[in-house]
């Protein structure tokens, strides 16, 4: 077994094989040692955004590689079952499929449906294949329902989507921060060693509708816990630039300098008095005012004010206004583009940053282009050797390619890589009515998950410590993944399925299969772009440097804090944008009287289809539950213990009731890694945002009945 690191991130010659965790945006640094599926142990190693730390999900993460249900030869639907057949069938199938329906129905017939997950090389090659093989403008990936809302708030506000702006170790010497919408405690543990600081200085501030252990660890600590209602952000992000502003924390210099708009944006701020704030979000005028007053006083005392934004504010068909109130308030503040301060939002899958930059998005060309920028078409086809003519435009967005699935105009086959949108989608009954309607469902997956258990063609592939590539994590850093094993026979990776389809389909256009060389191709097609990978090489990572983009030959030595001299905006001016409060897109109702809000558990990662197979995670958060308020569970005869039907006016789940004093008592929780009856996307609904198409998860109207 070759050695690699245990102390940076690069080889040496301690035992091992160092390479980084199989699931969140945190990309915690571990080392992976043994011979074998069997015997591979996990051992954390010193890295910046982990330092030496693991969560449960980490820990456990070899046990995927020896799971029973491992997938090791490709399935077809024959006669309504799913059996056995050889990789030359199943592709066979596939590629027939592909070219019947182009030909009788268009490029467009044919949609892909990508995955956060996916290496930067796959994401990359995803886009590619889908372009210039299928030249289909029909693909998009889960990322649309994650971090799309804050990404094009960045842009729009800053000019450029870098989830932090700034390294992770940054916000460690914080006195003061803001989270919003963000339960690190239980989606990213690690990432509290940054908050220790701000936590002990009594600064720590958690804007959740739950009381979360992030906002109890806030609580215990002297900080703040500011309990808004579902879907009410925004107005609270308002109220509290009114009150920068009102009570003489803005900072006056920083914004005639280094802003534009805020005249734009102050007219609506002002509507929102402090009063009107606690009345709409339900949080009290004291505790808004003393959150803005600690921001303002670490900015002041150089200690350090950070705001960090994350789902529970971002999901929401208004999240990208939402997002940008917020950036609003830290522009008051001055906190952005400026040493010690800052503005950034926290990912949440895998390579969700690398993933939205490299191709497998509608509306996007590697190197966070946008496709339909001639300029970047040129670029890209010059180093695909294709017409920049023959490139699709822009396809839908996650929710409306799946929704047009089997209708008129809509895709007629689909190719699945790294999602498991029947558990995933919003509104995933009706989702998976589409999927069933599909003439042909093709997924990619090493274990049957919901979405491949109704596939017509199920392709197994490799997973994450079998194979070589990046992932870029949550501060823009690329990071080396290291295979550990050699895969199951009869498993291959995606790289070889696309390059072998495009054969088949007739492509002339070389796919190449080894990932070090799919890599040396996106930095060329990443070169000028906004995420400009091309001084990144395999290289310069196997050999320990830190590199966040961009990483060009004018910057090789990359760019860990972004904005310092200037924003990424024509003008280089950072960006006040008008926006106002809008609320949830469903509102609740005699009928359906409570809100619903989903999220994570600490032993679960999105549609649970990993750790769902972890024994000890099963057995520590192994069912479904929906927290309550006592009042509200009494209201409907519910004790705590007793089985539910969540109904939303799309479906119902069923779940545990877990009664909690300090829920609010119009709000219920649920998390949402379960499928089946189980399913909280059953619930939830597909009001998207305008800009990010971002669907509302994290509000819809529900009420509780008891299980006879
Ligand atoms: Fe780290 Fe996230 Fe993996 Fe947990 S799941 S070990 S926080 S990367």
Known sequence: MPSRALGGDAPSEREGVATHCAYCGLQCAMTLTGTSAADLTVSPRRFPTNRGGLCQKGWTSAELLRTPGRLTTPLVRREGELVPASWDDALDIVADGIVRTQTAYGHDSVAVFGGGGLTNEKAYQLGKFARVALRTSQIDYNGRWCMSSAAAAGIRCFGLDRGLPFPVTDIGSAHAVLLLGANPAETMPPFLTHLVRAADAGGLMVADPRLTPTASKAIDGGGLHL???PGTDAALALGMVHLAVTEGYADRRFIHERTSGFDDLWPIAAQWLPERVERVTGVAVTTMRAAVAALARARDTERGAYILSARGTE??????????????????????GNPGTGFGTITGQGNGQGGREHGQKADQLPG????????ARAHVAAVWGVDPDDLPGPGRSAFELLSALGTDGGARVLMVHGSNPVVSAPDARAVSERLAALDLLVVSDFVLSETAAIADVVLPVLQWAEEEGTLTNLEGRVLRRRRALTAPEGCRSELDVWSDLAARIGCST????????VFDELRRASAGGPADYSAVTWDRLDAGESLHWPCSTERPQGTPRLFLDRFATPDGLARFVPVDHVGPAEADDTAYPLVATTGRVLQHYQSGAQTRLVAELTAAAGEMFVQVHPDTAESVGLADGDLADVVSRRGRTRAAVRVDEDMRPDVVFLPFHWGGDARANSLTHAALDPTSRMPEFKACAVRLEAVA
């Open 227 to 229: 309990q808004l209602r």
């Open 315 to 336: 999901q929401h068909a208004s999240g990208t206004d939402t997002v940008t109130a917020f950036i609003a308030l830290a522009l008051a503040l001055g906190l952005p």
């Open 368 to 375: 966070y282009r946008k496709i339909d920028d001639p300029a």
């Open 510 to 517: 070389d796919f190449p299969t080894d990932p070090r060389v």
